[in-house]
């Protein structure tokens, strides 16, 4: 598996993402066709096919909309799954939303995505492949419902400035490089129960200072804590990681020399995004309200709140952080 992930990697580094998955371009009519050769179907922009079970599998879409709404049927049966590459190197979208009738996102579904900012996974998925999101630049963060459970290798890599994701509770392994080379990435909340961290999970996240790794988690080599220096593998400046006392994770931590404090329940800093009031890896309205909110009395924050309102670190929570994080999200001066 390691040995076809770096050829992969290599590959697209090498010849470029439009080389490595080249696009099939089929036409969309608005009227429904079908082919006897192929057993391929096309409505409006969707090309798909039926599978044994008669749901369908989107294969190919061919709009160049901003705002996509996937359908829930086509051709009147019941869409169960985004296919591999369906949605792959278009420039357009912009958001996305995934009907709950699907349960699988495919390999390369949504690779090189450029423009995509937004998209709205339901919790009927419980499936997601290899480089599902791989190099979609313009996600900064992504929320994965509690209903997947398995997801493969170099699901969010390459995400230029992706910051957070939620991984789901129900995760056991959080495979190899899901998070390769995700320079901005700053906060990764690991489920309780992940068994497993595969090697490379978090290689290059040279933003990414602190991180808490569950109790039962083993880790493969380079997962966590470092980054490439040309072609050498080095520790990350200023990263910590957050472990149980006789864990697998303080082994890993002693064994690649990678600085560790044992987790007692204490508060890790380095999780805090300072602005990111409601917590969703992202500073934008939502939190200016809130504090606005909190500044005027009409609703309080609680202490994470408080703490994470503070941007100016002068004790209090008053109008000039409300100037300050009103500043970031219109793009005057980053917090």
Known sequence: MKKTIAILAALVMTLGGAAYLPMQEFSAGAVLTASAATGEFTEGAYQYNVKADGTVVIENYTGSEATVKIPSTLGGKTVTEI???????????????????????????FFLCYSLTNISIPDSVTTVKNSCFWGDDSLVSVSMPDSVTDMEALVFADCKNLRYVKLPAGLEELPGYTFNKCPSLTRCDIPEGVKRIGGNAFIDCTSLKALLVPAGASIDDYAVGFGYNGDTIQNIEGFKMYVYQNSPAEEYAKNFSVPYVYY???????????????????????????????????????????????????GKVNITDVSKIAAQVKGIKKL
């Open 83 to 109: 296919g591999e590459r369906a949605f792959a190197l278009n420039r357009s979208i912009v958001t996305v939303n995934i009907p709950d009738t699907v349960k699988v996102l495919g390999d390369h579904a």
């Open 264 to 314: 007692e329940g204490q508060p890790i800093p380095e999780f805090e995004t300072k602005g990111d009031i409601n917590d969703d890896g992202k500073v934008n309205v939502t939190d200016v309200s809130k504090i606005a909110a909190h500044v005027k009395g009409v609703k309080s924050l609680d202490s994470a709140g408080i703490s994470k309102s503070d941007v100016n670190g002068d």
